[in-house]
């Protein structure tokens, strides 16, 4: 049952004086040193038994690191991503289970753990404190997580603020709500994930309570830059009390879309620590810091619990942590961390999927190129900190592979190229998905596909009654080779067992510049999410210097000096993509302001025309009635294109951010009004 909560005036954390938070110190006892960590964990979703033997892993890691108090991230028992599945009674019961299996392995040291719970009909968000070999509580999010990829709110109930119940577990019952929890010298409490991130955080609540340290266990997807963002809630949090902050996320691509880049940090008035690298191909990574705590006083707290646990002191003042890598700082960090963020979903896709490596239709052109790039730079990144070794144990539950000797030798087991021709590809798009293919040290194949286009249009120009021409029949012949491309890199494979990889970018899906069953075919669709602007800047880099600690990829030579085209109409056409639809700097400005920002054509016109300097108003207006007609009438084919990754707060994708209808009036009237 719920208790009301205490009836207190709500402040902000900077509406707090300074000597709040001294008058809870009780200088007569001295300050103790414990070591507080944030660990990262890569888990998957429903993987009860896997995540709760990872996390036993770190727990026995940190203990024999000396530490006390270790945060892990939300959700991390069950997985962030199950979906529907907190709604199932039966999962969250045997989750329940799991839970008192890692209680046994607590002994020593306290650890927060994420899990969904079930009180009455409702289902929480919550994170329960172990101690001691013991579940002390556990406490529920009070902020659900709901725009863009986050539904929370469709499975979780928000905790009421200031309230605590009892949750029956096996046999005895334990506290839950809003908790903090009696730890010696240290009083816990927590914000989970989007408490941290609303105007009306708890934090301010929790320091009024006593708090000294607050553990915020978080599931937070990666986007662009999202990591500066989180370090300034940190620091905003601490710069003005007496109260040090842990924060743990998740790592990987657990279910799906969600990439989570595995931030960690320790932090107080005076401390900093950050984890010494994102994107790890690791299982886990720990974090962990020496600080000093000085006992509080106590004041009355319905939800205060007392968990008889003190937190062993320190023995030593050595730290588990690493240098902050180079790529961070180097003014490149966009290029770096999609980069990396890429590479490390493709890998944890491919062995969740598992899928023996992934197929590639290498067109000769920037997207494909793109994409190959990217699986090499996985295997790289991969092999340089888990080495081939640990690669092939990673794989070795459903790839028949040996070890491989070699980086060379594992992307020629691992990525398949293929370059199809019809008689409208030219020799500069063969040779430069050669040298791809060879740069990336993929197993290539080059087929001439001529013959069944052709065959394709004889049978149906015989059922018609009529020959089929450019000028009548334009959009027909151009998507007939595409679509006649798509069951032989199909055939690859499901001969390799391996993932096909579709090679559309988001500019191409929000004009709807791509083949359904053509060159959108594929199980996963890895650049779906990135504009085609910074695509084409991103290859140029990696031409000429690429990520740290791998170099620059110089065979893109081919690819970038290239116009980008499809390459479906004859050569005399001179076809581009940017012929076809608009230049893509103007495309992607017209999809942020009409997607993101969500403007009406006549409130862009202005803005463009402001942007770029020189563009006449007719040619403008050309272009918004161009982009918002296309946008409209192919919405239908986004809600078809292959899963992809979330990288920014500009995703098309209608399962998990930018919902539109599949038939609408298209902005018709705002269009006439240009």
């Known amino acids: 049952m719920l208790l009301t909560r205490p009836d207190e005036t709500e402040k902000t954390i900077f509406q707090i004086l300074d000597q709040d938070a001294r008058s809870r110190q009780t200088m007569s006892q001295p300050a103790q040193s414990i070591r507080i960590a944030a660990g990262v964990l890569n888990q998957t979703a429903l993987d009860l038994s896997g995540n709760s033997t990872r996390i036993g892993q770190l727990i026995e890691r940190a203990r024999n690191q000396d530490v006390a108090v270790l945060c892990l991230p939300e959700l991390c028992l069950t997985g962030y991503g199950c979906e529907d599945m907190f709604l199932s009674g039966g999962f969250l019961d045997a989750a329940m289970e799991e839970l008192l299996r890692i209680e046994s392995g607590t002994n020593g040291i306290a650890v927060s753990v994420g899990i969904p719970f079930r009180l009455g009909e409702h289902v929480f968000n919550g994170v329960a404190l172990l101690a001691d070999g013991e579940l002390q509580g556990i406490v529920a999010k009070q902020n659900l997580a709901r725009d863009g990829l986050h539904y929370e709110p469709r499975w979780f109930t928000p905790w009421p603020e200031g309230r605590v119940g009892e949750l029956p577990v096996s046999g005895r019952s334990v506290p839950v709500g809003d908790l903090v929890f009696d730890l010696g010298p240290l009083r816990v409490g927590f914000e989970i994930c989007e408490d941290a991130w609303v105007d009306d955080r708890p934090l301010s609540r929790l320091l009024k309570r006593g708090t000294n340290l607050v553990l915020n266990p978080s599931a937070s997807h990666f986007a662009f830059g999202k990591n500066e963002v989180r370090k300034r809630l940190i620091k905003d949090a601490v710069s003005r009390q007496s109260v040090a902050y842990v924060y743990a996320n998740l790592l990987g691509n657990e279910a799906g879309r969600a990439i989570y880049d595995g931030d960690a940090y320790i932090a107080n008035q005076v401390e900093w620590v950050e984890s010494g690298g994102r994107f790890s191909f690791g299982e886990s990574g720990l974090t962990n810091k020496t600080l000093l705590f000085q006992p509080t006083q106590m004041p009355e707290d319905p939800g205060r619990v007392a968990t008889g646990f003190t937190p062993r002191q320190a023995s030593t003042s050595d730290e588990n942590t690493q240098a902050i890598p180079g790529w961070e700082t180097s003014g490149f960090k966009k290029e770096e961390e999609f980069s990396r963020a890429v590479a490390l979903g493709l890998f944890d896709y491919m062995r969740r999927s598992c899928s023996s490596g992934f197929v590639i239709s290498l067109s000769g052109g920037a997207d494909s190129a793109a994409v190959a790039c990217l699986c090499r730079l996985m295997f790289q990144f991969a092999v340089a900190e888990i080495g081939l070794d640990g690669i092939g144990q990673r794989l070795s539950s459903f790839n028949s592979m040996t070890v491989a000797e070699s ?195 006549t409130e862009i016109l202005p803005l463009l025309t402001a942007e770029f300097d020189g563009v006449e108003r007719k040619q403008a207006v050309f272009w918004i009635r161009r982009f918002f007609r296309l946008w409209c009438r192919n919405q239908w084919k986004r809600e078809r294109y292959a899963p992809g990754f979330h990288l920014d707060d500009e995703s098309l994708d209608p399962k998990t951010w930018c919902r539109f209808p599949i038939l609408s009036g298209g902005f018709e009237d705002d269009l006439n009004a240009l």
């Not at 990525?415 to 290539?444: F, K, M, P």
């Not at 000429?544 to 110089?554: D, K």
């Not at 940017?578 to 942020?592: G, Q």
């Open 407 to 601: 980086v060379k030798e594992l992307c020629q087991r691992l990525i398949c190229t293929a370059y199809q021709s019809t008689e409208n590809s030219s020799q500069t798009t063969r040779d430069a998905a050669r040298a791809v293919a060879e740069g990336c040290e993929s197993t290539h194949h080059e087929l001439d596909i001529e013959f069944l286009v052709s065959g394709f249009r004889e049978q149906v120009a015989s059922a018609i009654g009529r020959e089929l021409t450019w000028e009548k029949d334009d959009i027909a012949l151009q998507n007939i080779q595409a679509r006649t491309r798509s069951p032989g890199i199909w055939m690859f494979a499901n001969l390799r067992n391996a993932l096909l990889l579709s090679t559309s970018n988001r500019s191409e899906a929000a004009v709807g510049y791509a083949t359904m069953d053509g060159d959108t075919s594929g199980g996963l669709a890895p650049i779906s999410g990135i504009d085609k602007a910074f695509l084409r800047h991103w290859l140029v880099w990696l031409e000429t210097r690429g990520p740290q600690g791998v170099g620059a990829f110089p065979f893109l030579e081919q690819v970038n000096q290239q116009q980008p085209t499809a390459e479906l109409r004859p050569a005399d056409k001179k076809q581009t993509d940017e012929e076809d639809l608009m230049p893509y700097p103007v495309l992607d400005f017209i999809e942020r302001a009409a997607v993101r920002d969500k403007l009406l054509p």
